[in-house]
């Protein structure tokens, strides 16, 4: 008894105290509570343009209304025309190219190709005015349209197949006089409309960011953090933060989450040593497209299909184009999972001049760079968008149709519904060579996912990837993930040894039992 | 058939602490490598690196508490009645023969045992508890970062992680069926547990399941 109480009192009752005090105590995060703090406090504008004596007027010509902020904002002119939102192109060094002038302006994509001989629409999403063919003179500040980003009044339009100008008869005396910072309707305006229609091409970027809740975003979310675009996306001198590696190809001025979060965001240090290998959106975006349905397949080789000499479409029950014949064969998804990558911030591109490889199909439209080794790399969500594209059979390029024209009989397939046409008149206006036979590649496009961030209780679990089969990062090669990665030779050799071992245990108890039962009964015969 | 002191009181606390340590470890180990589901992956990590540092405790008071007993002596390997202790088991157990060795405070271990288990603190522990310490330290937080140790990979230290615990289980299996190699089939459960154990008197032929005279 004696003893006993020795004990308790010598060995159990310090390393009571020894624990109780090593105890980690309940932590709060401040830094969360600081960040919602700081982005409570309202934006307050430095300047009213409504009292403005220059604005106190009407306008009738968009340029005379770039030329009128350009005389106040001296220098934000030269800034816009030198960055990429003006440009849609970048000087950017690609490992295997060199420097390369890439960007929206000359790239493909496995939406509509390209916009090369398309520009009277795509360029409708061009911050200025009148990119309507190669003739566009980039460096004439009054073509910038200032309005796009900066119209708070919400009366703003462009128009379809303008080319980047107005819709006619707006407001404009309401409308310079509204302006300031870009919200969410301005970026939008373009972002959320990428590929064609809401959401058909980011699927993390749509409509319903616009007035969301905390649950599809929670940084954007009107019950979550209220975020702008810029709030994230900041700016200097017109360069914003941010890039998208469908156009983009270095790893510098990206929008992090890091800038506001830091690299050491969670309580855990679990997590927090995640965060070398996983990128903050794999666990943080466990799913994207939680309102609308994004195009996740476009096949355009299905295109050009008539009914009753009519061109025709299908649509799902929520109203998504299932098929058109200007466009093919679609599948869109909703409450999308995404694949996921290694991804180090730099990405290639398939250009039009590049030969195909079809013993590497489908055809990467880009190719997102990274792998388990690379100290830069981290595993991220993309939304992989697969599809087919025209391609020239004797030449073993991509081809760009063209797809829009005010007019019939001009070549566009929209219009049209000539493929042959299309392609040459394309090609033609690309000046590159078409041979008159074509044919449709599989293709594959990566988008990484960065928006739509879920509340923190709806981030990925540590199930979600450490299981051994069907976990999210099944794909993932390289890294060694606990309860997911095995090695067959091990496992066989571990099991085997356990059921050797257990054999011979229970053989050797057995053979005892029998002898052991025969002696006892021997001596009564 | 008589009594004698074998196990103190220290050296059956390690024995039943490691024993419940090693059965947490091999349970949340192997829900960690995916082999079963049973406390919730992110619970097993948190139990199994929790008994590891319990483990790893228990071993430097163990260490210390072998030398300065001059228990260590006890797995000096020893080449006498090695064979003869083999054969007991493939053998003589099967006869009824008497145990070749005579089990006292000052030589508890079998010539057999001592070089298990000189093998298991000298190689296998270390080897474990290394790979353990790797695998949880490889990265680890410091001033408001994550430094790394250098491992270029993870997968070497998982692969040597997982083979040892596999080998583990099979030390345990062995083990706990040679419980029942004593005197009697509870003999030495009874020492390990009392510190008191039974044993054959000089010249007592009564193997363990020879008991009606009990």
């Known amino acids: 008894m004696k003893n006993i109480v020795t004990f308790v009192l010598s060995v159990v009752v310090p390393l009571v105290i020894i624990s109780l005090v090593l105890r980690d105590a309940a932590r709060e995060n401040t830094l969360l509570a600081e960040l919602k703090e700081e982005h409570a406090r309202p934006h307050i504008p430095s300047v009213d343009h409504s009292k403005h004596a220059d604005l106190q007027r009407d306008f009738d010509n968009p340029h005379e209304i770039t030329a009128t902020c350009l005389s106040c904002h001296t220098e934000r002119g030269q800034e816009v025309l030198g960055n990429a939102h003006w440009n849609w192109e970048r000087e950017a060094y690609i490992e295997g190219r060199g420097i390369t002038y890439l960007g929206k302006k000359n790239l493909i994509n496995n939406f509509c190709t390209g916009i090369a001989s398309n520009e009277g629409t795509c360029n409708r999403c061009h911050i200025g005015y009148g990119w309507s063919d190669n003739s566009f003179d980039f460096s004439n500040q009054n073509n910038i349209d200032c309005l796009i980003c900066h119209d708070n009044s919400g009366l703003y339009d462009k128009a379809r197949g303008g080319a980047g100008y107005p819709v006619p008869g707006l407001d404009f005396r309401t409308i310079t006089q509204s302006v300031g910072r870009p919200q969410k309707e301005n970026c939008g305006y373009c972002h959320f409309h990428g590929g064609g229609g809401n959401n058909v091409k980011h699927g993390d970027l749509e409509m319903a960011l616009l007035n969301a809740s905390r649950e599809v975003d929670i940084h954007m979310g009107v019950d979550g953090g209220n975020l702008l675009c810029v709030d994230c996306h900041t700016a200097t001198n017109h360069i914003m933060l941010g890039r998208y590696y469908a156009v983009s190809s270095e790893n510098n001025q990206r929008a992090t989450c890091e800038q506001c979060h830091t690299a050491f965001p969670h309580l855990d240090n679990k997590l927090n040593e995640h965060t070398v290998k996983i990128a903050c959106q794999t666990c943080h975006i466990p799913e994207y ?237 | 058939m008589k009594k004698v002191f074998i196990y103190k009181r220290y050296e059956r606390f390690w024995h039943w602490t490691q024993a419940f340590l090693v059965l947490l470890l091999t349970l949340t180990g192997f829900e960690i490598h995916g082999s079963f589901t049973l406390f ?21 008071f163990t260490a210390f508490w072998h030398f300065t007993t001059g228990e260590w002596r006890q797995y000096i390997p020893t080449l006498t009645n090695l064979r003869a202790q083999a054969a007991y088991y493939v053998t003589g157990i099967f006869r009824n023969a008497p145990h070749p060795t005579r089990k006292t405070l000052l030589s508890k271990l079998n010539p057999l045992q001592r070089l298990v288990y000189l093998g298991l603190k000298i190689l296998f522990i270390p080897v474990m508890v290394a790979s353990g310490l790797l695998y949880m330290f490889y990265r680890y937080p410091r001033a408001g970062a994550i430094e790394s140790l250098g491992l270029a990979e993870l997968t070497p230290v998982a692969y040597i992680h997982t083979l040892g615990a596999y080998i583990m289980v099979a030390f345990v299996l062995v083990h706990v069926y040679l419980i029942t190699t004593g005197h009697t089939l509870t003999s030495n459960l009874k020492a390990m547990i009392t510190g008191w154990e039974e044993i054959e008197e000089e010249g007592d032929s009564g193997g363990g399941e020879n008991t009606n005279k009990d």
């Open chain 1, 289 to 525: 497209a939680k309102v609308n349905a994004t195009k996740m397949y476009w096949d355009w080789s299905t295109a050009t299909r008539r009914e009753e000499g009519l061109p025709y479409q299908v649509l799902d029950s929520l109203g998504n184009e299932l098929y058109t014949s200007i466009k093919g064969d679609f599948h869109w998804a909703v409450h999308a999972v995404p694949e996921y990558y290694w991804f180090n911030g730099t990405a290639d591109h398939h250009l039009l001049t590049d030969p195909i490889d079809f013993e590497d199909l489908p055809l990467r439209i880009n190719t997102l760079f990274g792998n388990y080794q690379d100290h830069g790399s981290r595993i991220y969500p993309v939304k992989v968008h697969r599809g087919k594209q025209p391609y020239d059979t004797e030449y073993n390029t991509i081809i760009q149709p063209k797809l829009w024209d005010p007019e019939v009989n001009r070549g566009a397939l929209w219009i049209d519904l000539d493929w042959e046409a299309a392609l040459r008149t394309g090609m033609e206006y690309l000046g590159m060579p078409y041979s008159g036979s074509h044919d449709f590649v599989e293709t594959e496009m990566f988008l990484p996912v960065n928006h739509m961030v879920s509340p923190s209780d709806q981030a990925l679990q540590c199930g979600d990837c450490h299981t051994r089969s069907g976990g999210r990062l099944a794909g993932i090669e390289g890294a060694y993930i606990p309860g997911q990665t095995t090695h067959a030779a091990i496992d066989s050799f571990g099991v085997l040894l356990l059921l050797l071992t257990l054999g011979g245990v229970l053989g050797h108890a057995g053979i005892r039992f029998v002898l052991h039962r025969r002696r006892n009964r021997a001596p009564a015969q």
């Open chain 2, 40 to 60: 919730g992956f992110e619970t097993s990590v948190n139990l199994h690196n929790k008994a590891a540092i319990a483990l790893i405790i228990l071993i430097v």
